[in-house]
Every structure is written in C-alpha cells, then in structure tokens.
Antibody
C-alpha cells in the first residue's frame, strides 16, 4: 500500500535549520510530485511547495522563498525539506503529501494531496 | 493570493443531522477545489477533488458542489466517525491555499 513515513520530532534553537525526510513506499517514487504542508499548533494548513522526484524541479510558496530547500534521493525513495533561519513562528507539524495522480514532468502536478505522511513536529525554542 | 473563507468555523450537530459547510474563494477558481477531513492528532485525508469528485473509499454521505467562488461540502447524515475538522483547498493557481477549517462538534 502507498505509504509516506516521516522523520522524528525535532527541537531547534532560533536561527538554526532543520531538515526533514519523507520516505515513500508502495508506488513508483519518481512518478508523483511530493508537496510539503505545515500546520502551526491549533491553526490551519499552509502549503510550502513541491518537488518532482523525477527531475528534482521545485516550486516554493513565496512565503518561504529563500528559506526552504526541497530535495530528493531517488535511490532510497525519499524526499527532504530543509527550512533555515528558524523562528518561533516555524513551530508546527510538517507534513509531506503525495500529489493525487501520476504525472510525468514537464506536465504540471494536480495539486491536491493524497495520501499524507503522519507529520513531523518541529519545535523552535530558545 | 486567493483567500479561502470557510463558514462556520465551528458547527455543533447531532448524529443523523444533515450538515453543510461553505467555502468561498476571493476570486473565481472554476471547480479547482478539494475538501479534506482532519481528525485530532492525525494528518488530513482527501475526501473530494474538483469540487464534487468523491475520492475512492469515501462514504457516499459526503458530497461536494459549487463552482466559481462558492462551494459546499454536505454530509447527508452525520455519523460518529465524522466529528472532525474539515478544510477546503483551491488548486487554481499558486500559492495553493486552504480555508481556515470548520470543526464539526457533537451537540
């Protein structure tokens, strides 16, 4: 079955960086875009961007431009999201989510998400 | 950016009730809208895409409708498993944005 397994919880100091992983299984990793979405405690959902494992191309939300880097390692079917210059506002659950259907770039992603990983809690605290 | 506004933010209902959640977009998004259900402490789960296409495995009591700027998610007969928070999300253009959520509580 399709599964996304995310790395464990992180605690970081302000100004630090964090790199999260999302390991995919049960499907052809390179055939589906991977998105990252975060959710601050008690808040709504915020889309951060996507990566296509096929080529490594990325698209980031303007709010995160310059601070986020999404990469992938196709040999182990894993996507990564690194966020730098952390502040307390970055304390959140970070989810990876697969694009709903097969897309081979340069075709654009569908941009709705299923399934989602279980999330990784990132806490930024002095 | 396209703003997505959901109403109500909290909805109190009983098992068996018909429930309707509204999602409004700040500009026309055609039918480029998805609905998700999120239970406490869990990741969201896709219910509906393209405004009204029910995801495989989602109970038929869920339905979506609308186009342009106004959309609705309806649960025809609320079940105990449906008490959760529901989010709409547009995919008309970047950035992709979500509504603020509607929490469906037990009355």
């Amino acid at each position: 079955q399709v599964q996304l397994v995310q790395s464990g919880a992180e605690v970081k100091k302000p100004g630090a960086s964090v790199k999260l992983s999302c390991k995919a299984s049960g499907y052809t990793f390179t055939h589906y875009y991977i998105h990252w979405v975060r959710q601050a405690p008690g808040q709504g959902l915020e889309w951060m961007g996507w990566i296509t494992p096929y080529s490594g191309d990325t698209k980031y939300a303007q709010n995160f431009q310059g601070r986020v880097t999404m990469t992938r390692d196709t040999s182990i079917s894993t996507a990564y999201m690194e966020l730098s210059r952390l502040t307390s506002d970055d304390t959140a659950m970070y989810y990876c989510a697969r694009d709903r259907d097969v897309v081979i770039p340069p075709a654009a992603p569908y941009n709705w998400f299923a399934p989602w990983g279980p999330g990784t809690l990132v806490t930024v605290s002095p | 950016d396209i703003q997505m506004t959901q109403s109500p933010s909290i909805l109190s209902a009983s098992v068996g009730d018909r429930v309707t959640i509204t999602c409004r977009a700040s500009q026309s998004i055609s039918r480029w809208l998805a609905w998700y259900q999120q239970k406490s402490g869990k990741a969201p789960n896709l219910l509906i895409s393209k405004a009204s296409s029910l995801e495989r495995g989602v109970p038929s009591r869920f339905s979506g409708s609308g186009s342009g700027t106004e959309f609705t998610l309806t649960i025809s007969s609320l079940q105990p498993d449906d008490f959760a928070t529901y989010y709409c999300q547009h995919f008309h253009s970047y950035p992709l944005t979500f509504g603020g959520g509607t929490k469906v509580e037990i009355k």
